[in-house]
């Protein structure tokens, strides 16, 4: 998995309660990503980083937020959770010219 | 229509078939191609990568783009059990990995090879 580590490796919570999932890369790219993965939609992006404190949204950010506060780490937080963000969550990072390499996931059920 | 399209099968071939994968998309100014292998309750790896048309070739796997028709596939040949994986399709307009280019993905093509 191109030394990338995601926790927790599966979770469920309750509906209204935050949640905070945590990517980390021994690679030291720059760029790291957070996608979810659901039936019929494919893997799809929520946020971004390219750099430490530096994040851009995503196609479907809404009820998401992320930090960056050092390169080898990028937390993604869901604020209250709602049953529609039961999914599987994907971590990538990339290299500028370079594609994107995948973490092994974390499953999210939000009851 | 959505930006990529590709068959979500399931595909199910027997050991030792030429297996064909496609993805079809409507953004012409995409330019850069990528096929990852996903296995069942794994993260996606990549598999193959390609810039602007033309095909290339690693061991079983061979990858074709055709920007003129805004098609791309992915051939396997002689296809192993170990093949048995979801294909996902991925493309991109600009250069990779700057801030503003995002990957756009296809819904994946699920296969199944049979010994």
């Known amino acids: 998995d191109a030394g990338i580590t995601q926790s927790p490796r599966h979770k469920v919570t309750e509906t209204g309660t935050p949640v905070t999932l945590r990517c980390h890369q021994t690679?030291?790219?720059?760029?790291m990503y957070w996608y979810r993965q659901d039936p019929g939609h494919g893997l799809r992006l929520i946020h971004y980083?390219?750099?430490?404190?530096?994040?851009d949204k995503g196609e479907v950010s809404d009820g998401y937020s992320v930090s960056r506060s050092k390169t080898e780490d990028f937390l993604l937080t869901l604020e209250s959770a709602t049953s529609s963000q039961t999914s599987v969550y994907f971590c990538?990072?990339?290299?500028?010219?370079?594609?994107?390499?995948f973490g092994p996931g974390t499953r999210l059920l939000v009851l | 229509q959505k930006e990529v399209e590709q068959d979500p099968g399931p595909l199910s071939v027997p050991e030792g078939a030429i297996v064909s994968l496609n993805c079809t998309y409507s953004?012409?100014?995409?330019?850069?191609f990528m096929w990852y292998r996903q296995y069942s309750r794994k993260g996606p790896e990549l598999l193959m990568y390609?810039?602007?048309?033309g095909n290339k070739e690693d061991g079983r796997f061979t990858a074709q783009v055709d920007k003129s028709s805004k098609y791309i596939s992915l051939f396997i040949r002689d296809s192993q059990p170990s093949d048995s994986a979801t294909y996902l399709c991925?493309?991109?307009?600009?250069?990779?990995?700057?801030?503003?280019?995002?990957?756009?993905f296809g819904k994946g093509t699920t296969l199944s090879v049979s010994s």
């Open positions: 953004n012409s100014a995409f330019q850069y």
């Open positions: 390609t810039y602007s048309s």
């Open positions: 990538a990072i990339g290299t500028s010219g370079e594609t994107q390499y």
């Open positions: 991925a493309m991109s307009g600009g250069a990779l990995n700057q801030a503003g280019t995002a990957l756009i």
């Open positions: 980083s390219y750099g430490v404190k530096d994040t």
């Open positions: 690679e030291n790219h720059r760029y």
